[in-house]
């Protein structure tokens, strides 16, 4: 009988202990609530906050740091000078603890600027200023003077094919150097023609200065003529454009450019129209050209069209 009762409490022992250890087995994570606080932190005390575990009973706890003082009124206990920090004081309205702080040093009150030593023309200077109320000193630097030039005559003068010179002192000290004037420009006469530009040949002319005699020269054709590989302009389009539609030119006339296609079709021309087949439009080429452009009546009509759009 005693057996039976010893096998049937243990068998209640186990079916006590089985769902404790089968919870055990599959609770591995612990998933908190929210943090409970059981004591606020103050000025004199840290807080204390714990959370549970909504699986078991498995709990934390934190501290919470304490709070800071606040401070009733400051009162000054100790004035602060150039040399010296200053003290304030108060009172924590929570708990009546001291409170103190320093107040930071105030700034020297310096008075005028005392030159210990001069600054000259390449030196520079030292100065002082000193404190009114402790008598600190700080020394400064004084930029050099630089010299102070001027000019003491005319050593030589400057023309167009030479530099000039002149000498200047320093006024403080006395120091003297000579300085370059530049040479001056050339004044030249007008154009004198040495030969005519004829047909693709340029002409030739030259000018004389009139201070140093100097000649220049240069190859020249008339003004207004155009010529192959001049820069492109708005005259050699116009040109290109009256040469189309005369039926003498069918390239480009977007570029501006005189290359040999224009040269060609001026020559053609010039050919046609009893002239010399030179391919360079000289004035007479060209008045020739916008005189049979006119004729075409192509003028008026292009005039007509911008009296429309307008």
Known sequence: MMRRTGWALLLLLGALLLPFETAGAEHTVHTFGSWKTKRSATC???????????????????????????ADEWVVVLEPTCTKKGREEAHCTVCG???????????????????????????????????????????????????????????????????????????RCGKTQTERVDKLEHVYTEWTVLKEPSGQSKGSRERVCTMCGEKVGERFYWEGTLYQ?????????????????????????????????????VAKFQKANGLQATQVADPETIAQIEAAWKAL??????????????
């Open 97 to 171: 603890a001291l409170m103190r702080r320093a107040i930071e040093e105030l700034p020297h009150q310096f008075g005028e600027e005392e030159v210990l030593r001069e600054a000259t023309c390449l030196q520079e200077g030292k100065g002082q200023f000193t404190c009114e109320i402790c008598g600190t000193k700080t020394s400064v630097r004084i930029e050099p003077l630089g010299h102070d030039w001027k000019k003491t005559g005319v050593a030589k003068a400057a023309t167009c094919q030479e530099y000039g010179s002149y000498e200047e002192a320093c006024l």
């Open 229 to 265: 590989d001049m820069e492109p302009c708005e005259e050699v389009i116009r040109l290109q454009e009256m040469l189309r539609d005369l039926g003498y030119y069918s390239g480009s006339i977007r570029s501006g450019q005189f290359g040999s296609m224009t040269g060609s079709a």
């Open 297 to 310: 009546g192509l003028e008026a009509t292009e005039t007509e069209e911008a009296q429309g759009e307008i």
């Open 44 to 70: 004199t005390q840290t807080g204390l906050q714990f959370r549970y575990c909504t699986g078991c009973d498995h709990w934390e706890k934190r501290e919470l740091s304490k709070l800071p003082h606040t």
